[in-house]
């Protein structure tokens, strides 16, 4: 009996130190990124000089591979797809069912009536879902982990959800660690912002947002009233205006026949609601358009029915063959229509135009940030009516960032092809520094949470010299930080020692800007312009003489600081501030974002940390004054880490897992010392 109690107490201890070393997360579902993409960069330049992935193994993490399609066709040694594994039956046959993973697996390496961007390239199929609705968190992990094994240069994840989960990004975490670059989709839960989770929150992967697509359906549109812009999305189905249309703006009801009798529709711009309020009666888009173009209105406004906007599609099954939309039909949100429906009571004119626009972010690309310390996503790639393969022979026209995403891995087996040596640090910065910033509809550039760098550009990224590492700058100031500097690595790939210059374009003039390049190293510094607290975001154009890079740029104004100073790997911290504080937590987090440690400080009683691994550390402080709490930011650079402890780097075994080994060795000590004292 005293046996079973000393085995039970045992397993209590070891139960508690794993649990404690999970952190006591769950297995939680991924929700496939499952909508129609498209697609629109072309990669013949690199085609044409021979590069097309030959020799780059791709690991599409997803619903399988139907590797019976001719595009695809073949697996195992000789074929398309030369290896995987299905995780949801547990054999050694990823066979799709679904389609999601072969239309990703097409944009990336169809080599057959479509061809991928890196149609060379061969497959690693890894079945994770059979659905496409959903996988187990604990699926994708292994999966990362068998692609590492398996010799995986590229992992694609098209899919996430718009929360964290941290086993997903250790499992990044090491493959990036083990030279494997990894591509996710951003998520397909737009415009919110902050909707980008594990996977692509994390640091180490490229993220890539979703754009719309070089065809005609690639329309957008503006509405301005009095000057301010009201913002309105095209319905499916409707063609671009040859001119803007101006005219009055009436109230039509809910857009029925009934409604427009006694309205003065002719020549004007319709204002109606969205359905109808007659219970179970449907009023389709396609009646509304048609009923006011009867009427003689020039355009169509559908206001939402209910909070937010909505994207609307004027053909379906039940317009008919002859159905064809002749006006302008554009969407709002129901906030908007209300307030545009209190206006025009008085005479209210509005402009409206719809036009062609291929690199507009599509309304469902998922919107960072996810971190105060780096910007996400990194770019965005064609993502809206992608023509690619699909099972069973197939070919889809889709939609989403799932199909965005392989774009981009398509373009990194290019890379790795032409030059086999670079790190997934240096790829994911040739592709972020060289795609296109892009602009919204009024030409105003689209903000880094929405949009990153911009959109891919695959022959640039196949031309670059240039490495840039990191790939943006971050600049923290106030009026007790008045300057800062932050560092740009520069490494050339013809190993030439380059000619730079750089620009610097801010959305606001709060911040002055310098550098001076040496070695390879770009020194920028910022000055404060102006004391107002706020976030202000810009481009660092870099040109080395034959080509410009583009490097994001945030510069975040406060009334306080944080000070950080490295004594040895010991941080110590230091707050100012004009208010009289009491109190600040220091948050210190490592460059995979992972939190190192806490400390309080006070303005009489200070506390350090110790850092035991060599690299960059970002701070966070929140400080406390009066009934506030103030959050800044600082970064930092330790060359030399504190001695005295282990470093977990260096053992080469993750954290928690070692923490899990060390549970186990000590209960197995504790039991034994105590059995035999009895």
Not at 44 to 68: E, M, Q, R, W
Not at 384 to 396: A, D, E, L, P, Q
Not at 537 to 549: A, F, L, N, S, W
Request: aromatic share 8%; proline share 5%.
């Amino acid at each position: 009996m005293k046996y079973q109690k000393i085995i039970f107490c045992a397993l209590v201890v070891l139960i508690g130190t794993i649990l404690v070393s999970q952190k006591m997360q769950p297995d939680t579902t991924l929700d496939i990124l499952l909508d129609k993409s498209s697609k629109y960069v072309g990669a013949s330049y690199p085609h044409d000089l021979g590069f097309n992935g030959n020799g780059i193994k791709v690991a599409v993490i997803d619903t399988g591979v139907d590797y019976n399609h001719h595009d695809l066709l073949g697996f195992g040694p000789s074929g398309k797809v030369i290896g995987g594994y299905d995780f949801v039956e547990n054999d050694n046959s990823p066979i799709d069912t679904n389609g999601h993973g072969t239309e990703v697996a097409g944009i990336i390496a169809a080599d057959g009536n479509l061809k991928g961007i890196a149609p060379a390239a061969k497959i690693l199929a890894y079945r994770v879902s059979d659905t496409g609705e959903g996988v187990s968190s604990d699926l994708i992990v292994k999966a990362i982990r068998q692609a590492v094994t398996d010799g995986a240069n590229v992992i694609n994840i098209s899919l996430g959800v718009n929360r964290t989960n941290e086993r997903i990004d250790e499992a990044i975490n090491y493959a990036v660690k083990n030279g494997v670059v990894v591509i996710t989709a951003a998520g397909n839960s737009g415009p919110d912002p902050r909707t980008i989770g594990s996977p692509g929150k994390d640091p180490n992967t490229i993220t890539v947002g979703a754009t719309y697509n070089n065809i005609t359906s690639s329309l957008v549109a503006t509405l301005q009233i009095d000057g301010k812009r009201v913002q309105v999305l095209p319905m499916a189905g409707i063609k671009p205006t040859s001119e803007p249309v101006v005219a009055e703006i009436v109230f039509g009801k809910y857009g029925r026949a009934e409604d427009l009798v006694g309205i003065d529709a002719k020549g004007k711009i319709l204002l109606v609601e969205r359905g109808s309020d007659k219970k179970d009666e449907l009023v389709y888009f396609s009646d509304k358009e048609k009923n006011s173009a009867d009427a003689g209105a020039k355009a169509i406004i559908v206001y939402n029915n209910e909070p937010g906007i909505f994207l609307g599609e004027l053909t379906h099954k039940l317009t008919g063959p002859d159905y064809k939309p002749t006006i302008p039909a554009v969407s709002i949100s129901r906030e908007d229509g209300l307030l545009l429906k209190n206006i025009i009571q008085n005479k209210t004119v509005g402009t409206l135009n719809t036009f062609y626009h291929p690199d507009f972010v599509s309304f469902f690309s998922s919107r960072g940030p996810v971190s105060p310390f780096y910007i996400k996503p990194n770019l965005v790639a064609p993502g809206v009516f992608v023509n690619t393969t699909s099972i069973k022979g197939n070919y889809n026209l889709t939609s989403g960032t799932s199909f965005a995403a392989p774009h981009v891995s398509g373009t990194a087996a290019i890379l790795l092809q032409k030059n086999p040596k670079l790190t997934p640090y240096e790829i994911n910065s040739i592709i972020s520094t060289t795609a296109d910033p892009i602009s919204d509809t009024y030409g105003t550039p689209f903000p880094l949470e929405i949009s990153g760098v911009g959109r891919l550009n695959v022959t640039k990224a196949f031309n670059a010299n240039l490495v840039i590492t990191p790939y943006y700058v971050i600049f923290d100031l106030s009026p007790y930080t008045k300057t800062q500097t932050s560092l740009l690595q520069i490494k050339t790939i013809n190993q030439e020692s380059p000619k730079i210059r750089a620009d610097f374009k801010l959305n606001e003039d709060a911040a002055g800007f310098d550098y001076s390049f040496g070695g390879n190293r770009l020194y920028i510094t910022s000055s404060l312009a102006k004391e107002i607290p706020g976030e202000y975001q810009g481009m660092i154009t870099v040109d080395d003489g034959t080509m410009k890079y583009h490097v994001p740029m945030l510069v975040r104004i406060s009334a306080s600081s944080v000070g950080v100073t490295d004594d040895d790997g010991k941080l110590n911290f230091r707050v100012y501030s004009n208010d009289t504080w009491s109190y600040a937590k220091i948050s210190v987090y490592n460059k995979d974002d992972n939190l190192v440690s806490t400390a309080s400080i006070t303005p009489t009683k200070s506390e350090s940390i110790a850092i035991h691994e060599a690299g960059q550390y970002w701070i966070e402080a929140d400080i406390k004054a009066k009934n506030d709490t103030t959050r800044v930011y600082n970064a930092i650079f330790v060359e030399s880490p504190a001695k005295g402890q282990i470093d977990f780097s260096a053992v080469g075994i993750p954290q928690r897992q070692l923490l899990v080994i060390v549970g186990i060795i000590g209960t197995i000590s504790i039991v034994g010392i105590m059995i035999r004292k009895k």
